[in-house]
């Protein structure tokens, strides 16, 4: 059975880092690109990073550069977003995906899909 399990959101204050995980199984971990995805209230979802297999990152957009970086870990089958100088307007829920043919930003692309992790930035 393939999962794909979001962890370490949380309520943070605007300046703040977390980093959430991506634990996987079900799937050979090794063989697929990771992407991070996010959805604010009322907006549709957006590609924010993504690692391939061979560990290239991609990053979508150009807000995020400087501030979020993608990582993973094959031996734990998990992928990394370390998110730093928070900002309200990256309040959202953030999911991870799998894509068995690379780094796209096309959600369709993805075969597998998390449950996401609420991530509010507020003062």
């Known amino acids: 059975q393939v999962q794909l399990v979001e962890s370490g959101g949380g309520l943070v204050q605007p300046g703040s880092s977390l980093r959430l995980s991506c634990a996987t199984s079900g799937f050979t971990f090794e063989h697929y690109a990771i992407g991070w995805f996010r959805q604010a209230p009322g907006k549709e979802r957006e590609a924010v990073s993504c690692?391939?297999?061979?560990?290239?990152?991609?990053d979508y957009a150009s807000s995020l550069k400087g501030r979020f970086t993608i990582s993973r870990d094959n031996a734990k089958n998990t992928v990394y977003l370390q998110m730093n100088s928070l900002k309200p307007e990256d309040t959202a829920v953030y999911y991870c995906a799998a894509s068995f043919v690379g780094c796209r930003g096309n959600q369709g692309r993805y075969q597998y899909w998390g449950q996401g992790t609420q991530v509010t930035v507020s003062s």
């Open positions: 690692i391939s297999n061979s560990d290239i990152s991609t």
